[in-house]
């Protein structure tokens, strides 16, 4: 799994790349400008989900994690 540094560094290049468009009013326009800036808004909306819950995605792929179902559930560490 990538680290959460990377992770953390894609989420802010996403939200600076949405902001940039979002203020392209040649690139809005065009014929695909909105879906486009759309679509990198579901890939942040991801991003922001695997941020909140890369300790759960870790124990799910990650065969060697130090993260056990117990401290998962501890509401303590949420």
């Known amino acids: 799994m990538k680290a959460l540094a990377e992770i953390n560094a894609l989420q802010r290049e996403l939200k600076k790349r949405i902001e940039v468009l979002g203020k392209d009013s040649q690139f809005i326009n065009t014929s695909s400008g909105k879906g ?6 579901k890939r942040l909306q991801a991003v922001d989900f695997i941020v909140d819950n890369v300790e759960l995605i870790d124990w799910l792929v990650n065969p060697d994690t130090g993260v056990t179902r117990k401290q998962l559930i501890d509401q303590d560490g949420v």
């Open 36 to 41: 486009k800036i759309g679509a990198l808004e």
